[in-house]
């Protein structure tokens, strides 16, 4: 995981089928690749910051981690960038601790790893803007002051003075890591902009297939390159290969999978999307259409987890997928054992229903494609393999077909056809047994939720105590009570 200085992580969202992370290279392969970059790095620090710590967390230490191919600016970028953020932190960690030598070795590493990044960037990128070199030319001067400030530090021994010093190399390791980041994110949005620039002018479509594919792992990196990626309008050259028919279905679920990174909920980049708004029908009525077309279950999560992450986006998508029959599709593909069949997907299924059923329209549409049988299903799901991430999925399957079945009994219809179902007896049974709901407590607010909806439409569906413990108590008390519930072995 790289972080840039400010808090800003580049974190990995994991999807199936996503390529290797750009970090994850066997450690003596990328030692032989960057031996030549390697040399010239340690010499300098051995010359400049004798003698050599001893210490044990010493062997822990960065010399270089991953080398760009050559002309890959790229990567060169997000793998140097990597290195230095972490000696940042590190840095700040030894700091706390007033291991003046490790922080002093350290600093000079830093530098020798700055250096190397701003000197091999200008290698194999095109000029500069005035912006890059005035940053590049400040960061560089804050590498020497803490140098040099941290080597002052060795020789003081006055505890007064060197608590007024930390202060200081505190203050610079700061500006230090500001410098970094705002020279990292220009460089990054350089290169992220001509990656987009080249798919936009590409007419070949193994390179539009490749460059997608390029743009998809820079999305694993996380919500930095996202928010870049948003920023130079990368998502609306995505729309041109959704909506263009000659690409292979392959590519167009790259596509999705790229629109489906970045405008993951969970990125604090969607004010950096107000274009996608102009596209957005178009990105829409595709990714329904490869939806429906899907000719794996691959293929299908990337359309359907795209489709998911818009309708958290703007309430107008969920509108736009009622008139494109949305509901029928997704109920349709729940029986295409082909395109769902994983708990992952379904997850993906239910999100959409769930923001979809605040429209009043959408309550009739379930009813007439069996849609309640659907959720009630879902209530039900179980994982397979008993792996942590599938356990996780299922949960966010439960809790979600329960917040759906709570929005959809708003309409009587849906109510009573939920009664009929039994989906009363299958919610009590998810609030009273927490094997069946894996101890979950966001999966037991929303069954309580869903029950109380439905309690208030047909009472009489309820014994007495189930109405006294889980429907007339305040819900924090019903929780509570649930929470606390030991099941019976009897």
């Known amino acids: 995981m790289m972080a840039l200085p400010g808090g800003r992580h580049l974190d990995s969202i994991t999807l199936p089928g996503q390529r290797l992370h750009l970090m994850q290279v066997d450690?003596?392969?990328?030692?032989?690749?960057?031996?030549?970059?390697?040399?010239?790095?340690?010499?300098?620090?051995?010359?400049?910051?004798?003698?050599?710590?001893?210490?044990?967390?010493?062997?822990?230490?960065?010399i270089l981690t991953?080398?760009?191919?050559?002309?890959?600016?790229?990567?060169?970028?997000?793998?140097?960038?990597?290195?230095?953020?972490?000696?940042?932190r590190r840095i700040g960690q030894k700091l706390a601790q007033d291991r003046w030598a490790r922080v002093h070795s350290m600093s000079v590493r830093l530098t020798c790893h700055a250096r190397s990044m701003v000197s091999e960037y200008s290698a194999v990128s095109r000029n500069s803007s005035k912006e890059m070199g005035q940053i590049e030319k400040l960061l560089m001067e804050k590498c020497s002051e803490l140098s040099?400030?941290?080597?002052?530090?060795l020789q003081v021994e006055n505890e007064h003075v060197l608590k007024s010093m930390k202060a200081c190399v505190s203050e610079?390791?700061?500006?230090?890591?500001?410098?970094?980041?705002?020279?990292?994110?220009?460089?990054l949005t350089r290169e992220v902009q001509a990656?987009?620039?080249?798919?936009?002018?590409?007419?070949?479509?193994?390179?539009?297939?490749?460059?997608?594919?390029?743009?998809?792992?820079?999305?694993?990196?996380?919500?930095?390159?996202?928010?870049?990626?948003?920023?130079?309008?990368?998502?609306?050259?995505?729309?041109?290969?959704?909506?263009?028919?000659?690409?292979?279905?392959?590519?167009r679920a790259e596509a999705a999978a790229v629109v489906a990174q970045v405008t993951s909920p969970h990125l604090p980049v969607t004010q950096h999307l107000s274009s996608f708004m102009e596209s957005m029908e178009e990105i829409v009525t595709a990714l329904?259409?490869?939806?429906?077309?899907?000719?794996?279950?691959?293929?299908?999560?990337?359309?359907?987890?795209?489709?998911?992450?818009?309708?958290?986006?703007?309430?107008?998508?969920?509108?736009?997928?009622?008139?494109?029959?949305a509901i029928r599709v997704l109920l349709e593909a729940c029986s295409d054992k082909q395109r769902v069949d994983t708990p992952y997907t379904r997850d993906q299924i239910v999100?959409?229903?769930?923001?979809?059923?605040?429209?009043?329209?959408?309550?009739?549409?379930?009813?007439?494609?069996?849609?309640?049988?659907?959720?009630?299903?879902?209530?039900?799901?179980?994982?397979?393999?008993?792996?942590?991430?599938?356990?996780?999925?299922?949960?966010?399957?439960?809790?979600?077909?329960?917040?759906?079945?709570?929005?959809l009994s708003r309409d009587p219809d849906v109510a009573r056809e939920a009664v009929r179902l039994s989906c009363m007896s299958r919610l009590i049974e998810l609030c009273r047994s927490p094997s069946e709901r894996n101890s979950s407590d966001a999966v037991l607010v929303a069954c309580l939720a869903a029950l109380r909806r439905l309690a208030g439409v047909c009472p009489e569906g309820l014994q007495d105590s189930d109405f006294q413990q889980l429907v007339q108590p305040r819900l924090v008390d019903s929780f509570l009570?649930?929470?606390?519930?030991?099941?019976s072995f009897v």
Not at 36 to 48: A, D
Not at 205 to 220: K, P, V
Not at 306 to 323: G, K, P, R, S, W
Not at 370 to 384: A, C, F, T
């Open 288 to 325: 329904i259409k490869l939806c429906q077309e899907a000719s794996s279950g691959e293929v299908f999560l990337l359309a359907s987890a795209a489709l998911a992450n818009i309708t958290f986006f703007d309430t107008m998508a969920c509108e736009m997928l009622l008139q494109l029959n």
């Open 351 to 407: 999100t959409i229903l769930a923001n979809m059923s605040v429209l009043e329209q959408c309550a009739s549409d379930i009813i007439q494609e069996n849609g309640v049988q659907l959720i009630m299903g879902m209530l039900s799901e179980k994982p397979r393999s008993g792996t942590p991430a599938e356990v996780a999925a299922c949960e966010r399957v439960q809790q979600k077909a329960a917040v759906t079945l709570a929005r």
């Open 481 to 487: 009570l649930c929470s606390n519930m030991e099941e």
């Open 195 to 251: 990656l987009v620039r080249k798919i936009d002018a590409s007419d070949n479509i193994y390179t539009t297939e490749s460059t997608t594919g390029n743009l998809f792992s820079l999305t694993q990196e996380g919500a930095p390159l996202c928010r870049i990626i948003a920023k130079v309008d990368g998502v609306l050259c995505l729309a041109d290969i959704l909506t263009d028919d000659s690409h292979s279905e392959a590519t």
């Open 27 to 62: 450690s003596v392969q990328r030692w032989m690749e960057d031996l030549k970059l390697m040399t010239e790095c340690e010499c300098m620090c051995v010359l400049q910051a004798k003698p050599i710590s001893l210490e044990e967390d010493a062997q822990g230490d960065l």
């Open 148 to 153: 040099a400030v941290t080597e002052r530090c």
């Open 66 to 88: 991953g080398g760009p191919g050559p002309g890959d600016p790229l990567q060169l970028l997000l793998k140097r960038g990597w290195v230095i953020s972490t000696e940042l």
């Open 172 to 187: 610079t390791l700061s500006m230090l890591g500001q410098h970094f980041g705002q020279l990292l994110e220009l460089a």
